[in-house]
């Protein structure tokens, strides 16, 4: 794709009929992209904590689109167990799932600030940025391949909002020591933080060498960052305004251009352009952060068949 390629949410075709999940979606990037969905005849989950705040947000869209069709799913990204019944909330609701946008995230610690863990035993920003979306898109692999099924090619896709941390990354993904126990303090931190970013990215790329090769499964773009965004490393960004800020994850959810050019599994960053990601993205490196994410969720009994079906069994996942 040329880096002087200029896409506009005007260029969004008809989505009418599609289903589609955004976490986070209440707020900055996250609801500008559930707001341009609903125009286009989507329907919307928005995955989020606080009921309040996403029945603040639905209730501005419907300002402008009173026929909107949008809904809250509670989801705390620091709770596998709220990641487990969003999921199960959805499967019995919906027989379709479209578009699957994985946008909240966190970045809590600057400087010296104090660790924590969630009760799951991750580092908060771990669990929320990484483990929680793994684990949320693991769950939701079954009807998404399903609906792909039934559907033209390219129609269902899994969005994963990063940051362009990468770019910053001095070193590959440190598995004895993930939650970061001995990186409390800047720069060591910020380092460490860049790394995971690489892994966010490297594990999707697991997903495009394990499915169908019709299915337009993955699209990872960075959201670039804003005033009012969750990741904010990305400096030269800074100050993108949230509307342009989201236009990059929208074009990856919807546009037509992402099949014509072949762009499933690219990391793409504003506005709607490739990039190249930095450190390990093979597929060893995949295959290692897949095992390794799969040992800890088992390990804490999360993928077992409580939906009836075996995750690990899934044909998906088969080589």
Aim: hydrophobic fraction near 40%.
């Amino acid at each position: 794709m040329s880096d002087n390629i200029e896409w506009t949410v005007e260029q969004l075709p008809d989505l009418s009929g599609r289903v589609a999940i955004v976490t986070g979606g209440n707020s900055g990037i996250g609801f500008v992209t559930v707001r341009e969905l609903l125009k286009k005849g989507c329907k919307v989950y928005i995955a989020s904590r606080s009921q309040e705040r996403t029945n603040e947000a639905i209730k501005n869209i419907k300002e402008t689109l009173p026929n909107a069709d949008v809904f809250w799913l509670e989801y705390d990204a620091c709770s596998f167990d709220s990641v487990k019944n969003a999921a199960l909330t959805f499967l019995n609701k919906e027989l379709k799932l479209h578009i699957l946008i994985n946008n909240a995230g966190v970045l809590f610690y600057i400087m010296a600030s104090p660790y924590s863990e969630t009760k799951d035993g991750f580092e908060i920003q771990l669990q929320t940025n990484y483990f929680s979306h793994y684990f949320f898109t693991r769950l939701l692999l079954p009807i998404m391949k399903k609906t792909a099924e039934k559907e033209k090619e390219g129609t269902v896709r899994i969005i994963n909002v990063s940051s362009r941390a990468h770019s910053m990354s001095l070193k590959n993904i440190t598995y004895n020591d993930l939650n970061m126990k001995s990186f409390r303090y800047w720069p060591e931190f910020l380092v460490e933080i860049c790394s995971k970013q690489v892994g966010y990215y490297s594990f999707y790329k697991i997903i495009i060498s394990k499915t169908f090769s019709r299915w337009d499964l993955c699209n990872i773009c960075s959201s670039g960052c804003t005033l009012f965004l969750n990741f904010f490393l990305n400096f030269s960004r800074i100050f993108i305004d949230k509307e342009k800020g989201a236009i990059t994850q929208i074009f990856a959810a919807a546009a037509t251009d992402v099949v014509e050019k072949k762009l499933n599994g690219e990391y793409l960053v504003p506005y709607c352009r490739k990039m190249f990601v930095s450190g390990d993205c093979s597929i060893k490196a995949s295959e290692e952060l897949w095992d390794f994410s799969e040992k800890e969720l088992k390990n804490r009994e999360y993928l077992n068949p409580h939906l009836g079906f075996s995750i690990t069994n899934l044909d998906i996942l088969i080589l």
